[in-house]
């Protein structure tokens, strides 16, 4: 194929003169026998037919195959570009995410008045629902068991929080490990800032968050903020949970029960603060 591609202009043009020749020597013959050479200026007329037809049958097959080759050629370069170019929109869609995570987090640290560990999640534990990890921080970082997780979030209207991640529950010297409050082991004391009033939040195995308040006499809407109350021995006061998803009644008359949606997005989570006492 490379053969007849780069010399069969040439073949072409020898093959040509050939023929040519042979005309030229076949018309000569007929000149000098008269019409009893006639039979000869029709074989050679039909000849001629012949010649060109395959003459344009071989270089039409020619020019197709080349064109052929440069279609393929400019199908596998716009592959590559699009290659490319969907490589370098994820490089600027990360570098974009990562930006507005950093900002986020400067505007938490600046309302942050306790001392912190950040942390970098390097596991995850078997689970659906993101519900423990593990960090590349641990005791030679300050860092002990009982000690607040967070995240900086930033609500529907633009304003950053301290969100609730969980609580570290083991450590060692170069790691720790974290549950949140998907876990159905995290308990964690909350109040409506809409009305005041407290209850208790906890995870479950299928990774929603329910609540119930102390009291029955209480109301709760959908949409109202839950931060943390502070009581207890673990959670310090108002670091932000997240907001009421649903009211859910019960037969039982002496608790009002809710659902939770966390501030934070444990599908998403890869650094948080550890506040150290």
């Known amino acids: 194929m490379n053969f007849l ?3 069969f202009k040439k073949i072409l043009f020898f093959l040509t003169i050939l023929i040519l020749l042979i005309m030229i020597g076949l018309s000569s013959i007929g000149r000098l026998g008269g019409a009893d050479l006639g039979f000869f200026g029709n074989m050679i007329s039909g000849f001629q037919k012949i010649v060109y037809k395959t003459g344009n049958t071989l270089t039409n097959s020619f020019y197709s195959v080349q064109e052929i ?11 590559e570009s699009v290659y490319e170019l969907r490589e370098q929109v994820r490089i600027l869609e990360n570098i974009i ?10 505007e938490m640290k600046k309302n942050l008045s306790y001392d912190y560990v950040v942390g970098q999640v390097i596991a995850i534990d078997d689970s659906n629902w993101f519900s423990r990890f593990t960090i590349d921080k641990g005791e030679n970082d300050g860092i002990e068991q ?9 609500t529907d209207e633009g304003i950053v929080q301290i969100g609730l991640v969980g609580i570290v529950t083991q450590t060692s010297s170069g790691w720790s490990k974290v549950i949140t409050l998907l876990d159905e082991s995290c308990k964690v004391s909350f109040r409506n800032i809409e009305t005041d009033e407290s209850g208790i939040l906890q995870g479950s195995i299928d990774g ?9 006499k209480v109301s709760a809407e ?4 839950l931060v943390t109350s502070g009581i207890g021995e673990v959670y310090i006061p108002d670091i932000y949970i997240g907001d009421v998803k649903d009211v859910v009644k019960t037969t039982d008359a002496s608790t009002l029960r809710i659902i939770v949606e966390p501030a934070v997005d444990f599908t998403k989570i890869n650094r948080v603060y550890v506040l150290t006492k």
């Open 5 to 7: 591609k780069e010399h």
């Open 222 to 225: 959908p949409g109202d903020n």
């Open 69 to 79: 080759v440069k279609m393929r050629e400019e199908n596998i370069m716009l592959t």
């Open 146 to 154: 009982n000690d607040i997780v967070i995240q900086a979030v930033k």
């Open 97 to 106: 995410n990562k930006s507005e995570a950093l900002e986020t987090e400067y």
């Open 208 to 216: 929603t968050v329910t609540g119930y308040f102390f009291s029955s």
